[in-house]
């Protein structure tokens, strides 16, 4: 039996890729954490911008008692496994009225975690719309093999490299809107994007990107990884520390490691950059 997923939402998952909504932190909770996020944003604006958003969990405490959080882990155990890992994540953050989108994309294509075993967490820390530009995913995606994606690197695509899978069927696409407080899954193959912030409002979410099970190894580079749940007798990967307090010189130091590694191997093949 699932201990966190319902029977539904499991078999939700293993079908079409995702499972959202799950119900994780009440409305007070996640607007604590917004506050806690934007006060950080106030205090360190170059800290939290750019590519200073990938791992922002290594830096500020609020980020890290999400990331292992222990209703959040018991989602992700009913997707890999007790054994969990995290490997990273990523602040998607979309300003009121701004054209920056997510193009069509597998995050396997890019990741370099091999085998699949993984889950990514998206956690809506404000209202997340079909306006505002929630994530749409194909269902079902994921149990195809990876496709070939097109690096485009466009001017308001959030995404590296602009990464794109072309031709996708957009009528077969599903809107996964969120509330605060709520998380959704999705797998490692499974074709999503986002459009643009049409609202007023910001749209912020947080990607624990992503949980892997122990026995997954990093085939482009090398990573930092913490222990969330269980055990690793593997050792695939080298092991990160936890915060000790929010934007330490000596935790902004090894962010900015783990984000040259990082970026390593987001643009391993590549002969240019994008802005993350
Ligand atoms: O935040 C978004 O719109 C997309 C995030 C995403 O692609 C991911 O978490 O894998």
Redesign the pocket.
């Known amino acids: 039996m699932p201990i966190r997923l319902t029977a539904a939402q499991k078999a939700a998952y293993e079908q079409d890729g995702f499972v959202a909504p799950i119900d994780i932190f009440s409305p007070e909770e996640a607007a604590d954490i917004r506050a806690a996020l934007e006060e950080a944003e106030r205090r360190w604006p170059e800290g939290m911008a750019g590519a200073n958003r990938n791992n922002a969990h290594y830096v500020l405490p609020v980020l890290d008692s999400v990331t292992h959080d222990s209703r959040i882990l018991d989602a992700v155990e009913d997707v890999i496994g007790p054994d969990i890992l995290v490997a990273g994540t990523?602040l998607?953050i979309k300003e009121p009225e701004t054209r920056g989108f997510?193009s069509w994309?597998q995050?396997a294509r890019y990741i370099g975690l091999e085998p699949h075993d993984w889950v990514?967490g998206?956690l809506a820390i404000s209202n997340v719309t079909e306006e505002n530009?929630c994530?749409r995913m194909i269902p079902g995606s994921h149990r195809a093999p990876l496709a070939a994606h097109v690096d485009t690197y466009g001017e308001d695509n959030l995404l590296t490299r602009g990464q794109t899978v072309p031709d996708v069927d957009e009528d077969a696409a599903v809107a996964v809107p969120l509330k605060p407080g709520q998380l959704s899954l999705?797998h490692p193959r499974i074709v999503?994007?986002?459009g643009p912030n049409m609202s007023g409002e910001r749209r912020i979410?947080f990607?624990m990107?992503s949980y892997i099970a122990p026995h997954v190894e990093q085939v482009i580079g090398r990573i930092w990884v913490q222990q969330a749940r269980g055990t690793d007798k593997y050792g695939n990967h080298d092991t990160a520390p936890r915060p000790t307090g929010a934007m330490q010189p000596g935790d902004i130091r090894f962010r900015d490691e783990a984000n040259d590694r990082l970026s390593d191997i987001f643009y391993a093949g590549s002969d240019r950059k994008g802005r993350y």
């Open positions: 990523t998607f997510i994309h995050d990514t998206w530009g994530m999705h999503h994007g986002s979410g990607a990107q």
